[in-house]
């Protein structure tokens, strides 16, 4: 869809605002007993389905800030995506919830007590799509380095950037090696199979999109547009080869432990540390260039660390989905073998463009820690 920045906040805000809607607790019926156990069902059924068409709104539109917004709303749409990953899972898992409810009749009145409680745990999600901000409090105090001279601001900068590349190589360690396990759990035969329903319609392959007359297929459609979501993340053309790129990983790693190892060769970050300490050396900057610097490579180590800690979330998340009964969802294995392969090539791709690995440019998402050098100790005005 064409890129429109303005666009964004509407539609973020109409998606939010159907998810709570569904989520928060269903009014009492006053009629008889048998539109008190019928209507409250059918009424959250129809509001799945409207909010199915804001849920594909909002990817469609974050997937156009991703490709063509600034650095910092291309930061921010990886968040929101991933925030709204977490968002569809949860509401997939509270239709399920409901569908067992209703058929083993469970009275109207107990329904919407578990999505309430569902609502106050998806409001962090729900606030992160909109403003695109981690609820995280990060600081970083200017007054302090402003007022050092510029041998110590110098210093404080090249410290910074060995934080913030230990800190991309670490969490992308961690979180790689958390996804990994996943796709260790699920099994190589299904990660083989999985190849086949990436960067597919779901819904069509699947084949549980065709009817939405009950909760069980809606539950479907949530798992599904969480996938497509993930997918977003990547982009099309990357996330047709994630299966490729994770099984050449599956066969490498015995169980994940060597991860950080085989992400440092990958990224190259001494050799990334060493040509900027020595571009911060030769720029014969001020103190108050250095703080520049400073700022801005610590801002892109606090932009990396939200985003790892929600992917964090989406992992622990997609547990769900091998929960899901195979009667409401045959393919569930497979659902989340190529959710977990594309979220795993995500991360390793993801950390390279954050610690800008001169080895793997396929994202380019940010400026890398040169560009922020460069533009603060080097640009002329």
Same mark, same amino acid.
């Given at each position: 869809?064409?890129?429109?920045?303005?666009?964004?906040?509407?539609?973020?805000?109409?998606? =939010?605002?159907? #998810?709570? !809607?569904?989520? +928060?607790?269903?009014?009492?019926?006053? @009629?008889? %007993?048998? &539109? $008190?156990?019928?209507?409250?069902?059918?009424?959250?059924?129809?509001?799945?389905?409207?909010?199915?068409?804001?849920?594909?709104?909002?990817?469609?539109?974050?997937?156009?800030?991703?490709?063509?917004?600034?650095?910092?709303?291309?930061?921010?749409?990886?968040?929101?995506?991933?925030?709204?990953?977490?968002?569809?899972?949860?509401?997939?898992?509270?239709?399920?919830?409901?569908?067992?409810?209703?058929?083993?009749?469970?009275?109207?009145?107990?329904?919407?007590?578990?999505?309430?409680?569902?609502?106050?745990?998806?409001?962090?999600?729900?606030?992160?799509?909109?403003?695109?901000?981690?609820?995280?409090?990060?600081?970083?105090?200017?007054?302090? =380095?402003?007022? #050092?001279? !510029?041998?110590? +601001?110098?210093?404080?900068?090249?410290? @910074?950037? %060995?934080? &913030? $590349?230990?800190?991309?190589?670490?969490?992308?360690?961690?979180?790689?090696?958390?996804?990994?396990?996943?796709?260790?759990?699920?099994?190589?035969?299904?990660?083989?199979?999985?190849?086949?329903?990436?960067?597919?319609?779901?819904?069509?392959?699947?084949?549980?999109?065709?009817?939405?007359?009950?909760?069980?297929?809606?539950?479907?459609?949530?798992?599904?547009?969480?996938?497509?979501?993930?997918?977003?993340?990547?982009?099309?053309?990357?996330?047709?080869?994630?299966?490729?790129?994770?099984?050449?990983?599956?066969?490498?790693?015995?169980?994940?432990?060597?991860?950080?190892?085989?992400?440092?060769?990958?990224?190259?970050?001494?050799?990334?540390? =060493?040509?900027?300490?020595?571009?911060?050396?030769?720029?014969?900057?001020?103190?108050?260039?250095?703080?520049?610097?400073?700022?801005?490579?610590?801002?892109?180590?606090?932009?990396?660390?939200?985003?790892?800690?929600?992917?964090?979330?989406?992992?622990?998340?997609?547990?769900?989905?091998?929960?899901?009964?195979?009667?409401?969802?045959?393919?569930?294995?497979?659902?989340?073998?190529?959710?977990?392969?594309?979220?795993?090539?995500?991360?390793?791709?993801?950390?390279?463009?954050?610690?800008?690995?001169?080895?793997?440019?396929?994202?380019?998402?940010?400026?890398?820690?040169?560009?922020?050098?460069?533009?603060?100790?080097?640009?002329?005005?």
């Amino acid at each position: 869809m064409p890129y429109s920045q303005a666009s964004y906040p509407q539609i973020a805000q109409a998606y =939010a605002e159907g #998810v709570v !809607a569904l989520l +928060a607790p269903a009014p009492v019926q006053r @009629s008889t %007993q048998r &539109s $008190l156990n019928i209507r409250p069902y059918t009424a959250l059924a129809a509001q799945a389905r409207a909010l199915l068409q804001a849920s594909d709104a909002l990817t469609d539109v974050a997937s156009a800030r991703l490709e063509f917004g600034s650095h910092d709303e291309r930061v921010s749409a990886q968040l929101q995506l991933i925030a709204k990953a977490l968002t569809d899972l949860t509401v997939s898992q509270h239709l399920l919830e409901a569908a067992e409810d209703e058929q083993n009749g469970v009275q109207v009145q107990t329904v919407g007590i578990g999505r309430s409680a569902a609502l106050f745990e998806v409001d962090t999600y729900l606030k992160v799509i909109q403003t695109g901000i981690s609820p995280r409090p990060h600081a970083y105090s200017a007054q302090r =380095a402003l007022a #050092v001279d !510029a041998a110590t +601001a110098q210093r404080d900068l090249i410290e @910074s950037v %060995q934080h &913030s $590349l230990e800190t991309v190589l670490d969490r992308s360690a961690m979180n790689g090696q958390a996804a990994f396990r996943g796709l260790v759990s699920i099994g190589l035969f299904n990660l083989a199979k999985a190849a086949s329903i990436v960067g597919v319609d779901l819904a069509e392959h699947l084949g549980y999109g065709k009817q939405m007359s009950n909760l069980y297929e809606l539950v479907n459609q949530y798992v599904g547009r969480a996938h497509e979501t993930i997918l977003t993340l990547l982009g099309r053309e990357l996330s047709r080869t994630a299966v490729d790129r994770a099984m050449n990983f599956f066969q490498s790693l015995r169980d994940g432990s060597l991860l950080g190892e085989l992400l440092e060769r990958l990224y190259e970050t001494q050799q990334t540390r =060493a040509a900027v300490e020595a571009m911060v050396q030769q720029s014969g900057a001020d103190a108050a260039a250095f703080t520049k610097a400073t700022e801005s490579i610590t801002n892109l180590t606090t932009q990396f660390d939200d985003i790892m800690d929600f992917v964090g979330k989406l992992i622990t998340g997609l547990k769900y989905v091998g929960m899901i009964p195979a009667a409401t969802m045959p393919q569930a294995q497979l659902v989340m073998a190529a959710s977990h392969s594309v979220l795993f090539t995500y991360i390793v791709l993801a950390g390279a463009d954050f610690a800008d690995s001169q080895r793997i440019k396929m994202l380019n998402r940010v400026p890398g820690v040169r560009d922020l050098i460069v533009a603060a100790l080097y640009s002329k005005g």
